[in-house]
């Protein structure tokens, strides 16, 4: 009996010593038939690894611009979904438009390239049933999508949702999208995000004060293109491409410099629009406005500084949208025409009602002659045109809403030599560091009044947005004699 048993054991230890050479011989047979090509390594430093590390609820990795907070994001949840089969994320920006120039770049170069070009990683483009995704070999999915078009995103269940730029969403969209952290596939359910500091009033900011949400601040020197990393996990000095970096954020001044260069979140000192607040005023994707509303375009000249073309639409309330805009230096203004009618798009829109300029004769004769269209001078005083533009802001007291708004995705494409030089690319960039002239600092010391004009830099938006509310609420008012008997 015993050999019996004895007999029936090496049977089945042989069997299973069989199968356990077998599913070697078939993984070693995978790894030969598979593209000889460089692995990926990533190896994060200082705050990245405990932001790669943070399996909390919710994380935000915030800090200056330029120091990884992307691609530290973007590696963990490219790991999560290779290290978890069946895993959904989702990469997520307020608008689906802005996630190809961004994101999805640094996805695909930085992060996934290798098993892309292996066939680990394959992109979908979507259809009626399923959005747009990159499916994994072992069955993991990561969605793509904006807020913006938020159907398909929001009606599926995620283990981790990687925001970018998450200052541009709303609390509601947050809140939105941790419902969706159900999927359990992963240990944890966790939305992570990146941003430049805003305003210290701003809702993610208050949210991390609040302890709802984990703040974790990113620091230039975590980033190994632009700093050397020592082998015993010290900083050393900067790269090549690090010293011109940084000379690039150095030259920022006020409110940009302590926003991306140091990482502060702070708001300008003596805002000239201090009514403007984010949550009230930005108005979410709006696409093409309703053709009965009234259409205009305001213009301000440039050449080396930017040239603004700002498209607005007139509700049936008298409310001012800002819907399109292009926003670009280094193109004359013959060049900037056929743009200018493009982003028109009259065969679906109604012609504007006027064109409203900055007084540049030659500049409105080019424009009349490629355009077709007749310009009208602006009314360029400034004092009364700030009060203008101020009185719009205040929201009213019938309906709570403000009389203009200034919506997320009206900038067409942004000129890539002042996303370089970190200057504003729209009018939206302008408003929160439009500050008043408050003179020299001598003069200041000396106790001299600040002067009545707003500093004359990063306001080329600014006139064309006072161009606008001048033209509908300071044009034409009557003048009124007064008589002293």
């Not at 029936?8 to 598979?34: K, P, Y």
């Not at 078009?149 to 998450?166: F, G, H, L, P, R």
């Not at 213009?299 to 049936?316: I, K, L, S």
């Not at 009314?379 to 045109?385: A, M």
Request: charged fraction near 30%.
């Amino acid at each position: 009996m015993s050999d019996n048993v004895d007999e029936l054991i090496a049977l089945a230890t042989g069997r299973a010593d069989a199968e356990r050479a077998e599913r070697r011989r078939l993984a070693r047979l995978e790894r030969q038939q598979r593209p000889d090509g460089p692995r990926h390594r990533y190896q994060p430093y200082g705050t990245a690894i405990e932001a790669f590390k943070y399996k909390g609820p919710e994380l935000l990795y915030a800090g200056p611009a330029g120091t990884g907070k992307s691609k530290c994001l973007l590696e963990k949840l490219h790991a999560v979904a290779l290290k978890y089969p069946g895993m959904r994320g989702l990469i997520v920006r307020k608008t689906l438009a802005s996630l190809g120039s961004t994101a999805l770049v640094t996805y695909e170069e930085h992060v996934a390239k290798e098993h892309l070009a292996n066939g680990e990683v394959v992109w979908f483009g979507g259809s009626a049933k399923e959005a747009a995704c990159y499916r994994y070999k072992n069955g993991s999915r990561i969605v793509v999508g904006g807020m913006d078009k938020s159907m398909k995103i929001m009606s599926s269940e995620y283990d981790i949702v990687y925001c970018q730029e998450a200052t541009e969403l709303t609390e509601e969209d947050w809140e939105a999208i941790t419902t969706r952290l159900r999927n359990g596939k992963v240990p944890y359910q966790q939305i992570i995000a990146d941003a430049n500091p805003d305003v210290p009033t701003h809702w993610l900011k208050v949210r991390c004060d609040q302890k709802k949400t984990h703040h974790i601040r990113s620091r230039h020197e975590d980033n190994p293109i632009l700093f050397n990393q020592n082998p015993d996990g010290t900083t050393g000095g900067l790269t090549e491409v690090g010293k011109a970096y940084m000379a690039k954020l150095d030259a920022l001044s006020g409110v940009r410099f302590m926003r991306l260069r140091k990482g502060i979140w702070c708001a300008a000192e003596g805002l000239v629009y201090e009514e403007f607040n984010p949550d009230i005023h930005i108005h979410k994707h709006i696409g093409v406005p309703p053709v009965s509303w009234t259409r205009y375009i305001t213009v301000d000249f440039g050449y080396t500084n930017p040239m603004v073309v700002q498209f607005w639409a007139e509700d049936e309330d008298g409310r001012l949208y800002l819907y399109r805009e292009l926003y670009h230096t280094k193109t004359t203004v013959e060049d900037m025409a056929p743009k200018i009618k493009a982003a028109m798009n009259l065969k679906r829109e109604p012609r504007p009602r006027m064109i409203i300029c900055d007084h540049d004769a030659e500049g409105r004769a080019v424009l009349e002659k490629h355009l077709g269209m007749s310009t009208k001078n602006a009314k360029k005083t400034v004092e009364d045109g700030i009060q203008a533009v101020k009185s719009r802001l205040v929201p009213s007291e019938v309906d709570g809403k403000p009389r203009v708004f200034l919506c997320l995705d009206a900038v067409v494409e942004k000129d890539p030599e002042l996303v370089d030089k970190k200057k504003p690319t729209c009018t939206l960039d302008e408003i929160v560091g439009y500050v008043w002239d408050r003179g020299t600092v001598k003069a200041q010391t000396d106790g001299k009044p600040p002067k009545e004009q707003p500093v004359k830099e990063n306001d080329h938006g600014m006139d064309a947005l006072r161009y606008m509310i001048a033209e509908r609420d300071l044009r034409n008012r009557p003048r009124i004699r007064t008589i002293t008997y």
